[in-house]
């Protein structure tokens, strides 16, 4: 808490804006969203998470109102707080993406304005902004330019794929594990799914699946 303010300070007498505005990108079940949580555990921090969904309103102006209000809380927030919370905005697609130009419609403008609003809340940003998203190939280059650590996530290399393996199943020996980890390039989630099929069936049946049993569920989470 004491280096957060520190930093804050010192970017304040270098006439600096004292916000950090992150994002956080890979392909899904990378950990991203398991990354901020874990961050909040470790520096004592809340989350406040914004529910995307919630924000966009079909009534004129309600969803420039929603956004106002979420970054009005969020200072709230902050000056309630010990510790600056997070202000996190989970799968952000829908918000950073690329502004429509050619505005020819009322769900356009309004789209353009809510942007704006986030944009303007960005540069006077005091606390913590962390946004998570699968994609970044369509952000918006004045988001871009916003977010001051970008942060990608990369699948897991065999060897920590194994030992994901080994710590999600336990009666896993080190040999399958490694097997399960090269022959199949999946994501810490991904595997978190296979664990939870695996559980099931024990609860079902009483009995725990096999290697090949294992590698069944493997196959059937590869949609293609």
């Known amino acids: 808490m004491i280096q957060f303010l520190k930093i804050q300070e010192r970017l304040l007498q270098n006439g600096m804006r004292k916000g950090f505005a992150c994002i956080f990108h890979g392909a899904p079940g990378t950990g991203k969203t398991e990354t901020v949580l874990q961050l909040a555990r470790i520096t004592g921090r809340d989350i406040m998470e914004v529910n995307i969904s919630s924000i966009k309103s079909k009534w004129v102006g309600d969803t420039e109102k929603n956004i106002k209000s979420i970054f ?6 902050c000056k309630r707080s010990e510790v600056p919370p997070i202000l996190l905005f989970n799968e952000a697609d829908a918000i ?18 809510m942007q704006n609003i986030i944009l303007e809340e960005m540069e ?3 606390g ?3 946004a998570t998203t699968n994609l970044t190939s369509n952000m918006d280059k004045a988001f871009e330019r916003r977010f001051l650590f970008k942060v990608e996530f990369h699948k ?5 794929k194994a030992q994901i ?5 336990q009666d896993l020996s080190p040999e399958d594990a490694r097997t399960l980890a090269l022959r199949y390039d999946f994501s810490g989630g991904q595997i978190e799914n296979i664990t939870r099929k695996r559980t099931i069936d024990y609860i079902l ?8 049993e294992i590698e069944a569920y493997c196959k059937a989470e590869l949609l293609n």
């Open 72 to 77: 009005n809380r969020y200072r709230l927030y």
């Open 96 to 113: 950073i993406s690329k502004r429509n130009e050619n505005v020819s419609t009322s769900v356009d403008r309004m789209e353009n304005a």
């Open 124 to 126: 006077q940003l005091e």
């Open 128 to 130: 913590i902004l962390i």
């Open 156 to 160: 897991p290399e065999h060897e920590v």
């Open 165 to 169: 393996w080994q710590s999600m199943l």
């Open 205 to 212: 049946s009483g009995k725990h699946a096999s290697l090949e």
